[in-house]
């Protein structure tokens, strides 16, 4: 079975500062690795795919299958920044689109 | 992109009655939409599958009976809360996969659940 962790349920910083929420996974398959972030009062919506390798909003990812990590970084967080962050692996095949997520992690960037 | 809306948004309840929430993507088809129940600053808990046209397809744990799922057409699916009780109180969050893609999937604005 797979399981997503996110070890940190609060992270705060301060704008300006680099920021990077840690995301660990467990799957014996090749996975399918995504950041959700949810705004306050929004809903749920896609921040990064691993397969994308691309940068949103000066957010990356990258999957170290080493290391069963796909932790998410910016250089300089901005106030807009904060908000709920969840780590999500897909086992993929038939099964894509049943996400598991992890805990969460409350980013807060502090003026 | 898509939008996938749910409504109510909020619902009251008293136990034992039954509430229907509603899933619809508004701008595409999805064949496949996914029930996410969400417990307050937790994570979100997988419960099933819905599957336009067939039996909806539950996650361990989560009691079919219960949960009652119905996907009639390519932008609907319901979510039936049966014989509600206050441990059902919850946020639950729908997300879709448009026809044939295995692109990024597309989340409702969730609906909270509160049984008294």
């Known amino acids: 079975a797979q399981r997503v962790t996110q070890p940190e349920k609060l992270l705060s910083v301060f704008k300006g500062a680099p920021v990077e929420l840690k995301c660990n996974y467990s799957y014996s398959g090749s996975p399918e690795l995504f950041w959700y972030v949810q705004y306050s009062r929004q809903r749920l919506q896609l921040l990064l795919r691993?397969?994308s390798r691309e940068s949103i909003k000066g957010f990356t990812a990258d999957l170290n299958k080493g290391e069963t990590s796909f932790h998410l970084k910016k250089p300089f967080a901005q106030e807009e920044d904060s908000a709920m962050y969840y780590c999500?692996?897909?086992?993929?095949?038939?099964?894509?689109?049943?996400?598991?997520f992890g805990q969460g992690t409350i980013l807060t960037v502090h003026p | 992109g898509a939008v996938v809306s749910q409504h109510p948004s909020r619902v009251i309840c008293k136990s034992g009655t039954s509430v229907k929430i509603e899933c619809r993507s508004l701008?595409?088809?999805?064949?496949?939409m996914f029930w996410y129940r969400q417990f307050p600053k937790k994570s979100l808990m997988l419960m099933a599958t819905?599957?336009?046209?067939?039996?909806?397809?539950?996650e361990q744990g989560v009691e079919k009976d219960k949960f009652l799922i119905n996907h009639a057409s390519l932008t609907l699916s319901t979510l039936t809360v049966t014989s509600a009780h206050p441990e059902d109180s919850s946020f639950y969050i729908c997300?879709?996969?448009?026809?044939?893609?295995?692109?990024?999937?597309?989340f409702g604005e969730g609906s909270r659940l509160t049984v008294l």
């Open positions: 819905s599957n336009e046209g067939s039996k909806a397809t539950y």
């Open positions: 997300s879709a996969r448009e026809l044939g893609n295995t692109g990024e999937l597309f």
């Open positions: 691993h397969i």
């Open positions: 999500a692996l897909n086992a993929g095949g038939t099964s894509y689109g049943k996400l598991t």
């Open positions: 701008d595409f088809q999805a064949t496949t």
